[in-house]
C-alpha cells in the first residue's frame, strides 16, 4: 500500500539515491553531479512548513518524493514556489508520480502559497501531462537553457495558481 507522508531527515538517503539516479540517468534535472549527503541536508534544511517536502512510501521503501522549493529569494515571490517530483527507477507508470503530485498541491496550499511553477525538458512527455492533468498550464518554453548528455535542451514552464 502507497503511504504519502511528509518527509524525516531519515528518509534523505533514499530520497538521494533517488535524485541522483535521476541526474546520472535523465535530463529531469540540469544537475551533473551526484549529490553528497552534506548538500542533501543542506537543501533539507532550506524545506519546511512553507516549502514541504514528501515522500511516498511502499512496503518500507522510499519510491518517489516531492518537494516545493523557494523561487526567489525576491520577497515580492514569497508566495511562488517550485515543486520538483521524482520517482524511483521500477515504480513509474504506477500512479504514484500523481498521488504525489496531488498531495505537493495540497501542501502548498495549506502553506499559503498562491502559484507553484514546474520546470520540464523537453522530451519528458510524462511530466508534462502529469502536471497538466494536476491543473498546471503551459506559460512558456525556454529555448536551448540547459546542456546536458551533450545537447541543448529547451525547458517548459508550467505554472498552477491556487483559486481562492
Known sequence: MLTIRSATLQDLGAI???YN???????ATFDTEPKTNAEQKSWFGHHGTRYPILVAEEGNI????????Q??????????AEASLYVREGYR????GRRLMEAI??????????????????GNETSIHLTESAGF????????????FGKLLDVHLMQYIYKD
Open 93 to 96: 507508470g504506477r500512479g504514484i
Open 16 to 18: 538521494t539515491e533517488i
Open 71 to 80: 523561487w526567489s529569494d525576491r520577497c515580492a515571490y514569497s508566495d511562488t
Open 137 to 148: 498550464k503551459h506559460i512558456g518554453v525556454m529555448k536551448e537553457v540547459g546542456r546536458k
Open 21 to 27: 539516479d535521476a541526474i546520472l540517468k535523465t535530463v
Open 105 to 122: 498541491i495540497k501542501a502548498g496550499g495549506k502553506a499559503g502559497l498562491h502559484t507553484l511553477i514546474g520546470r520540464i525538458t523537453e
Open 62 to 69: 522510499i519510491v518517489g518524493w516531492a518537494s516545493l522549493s
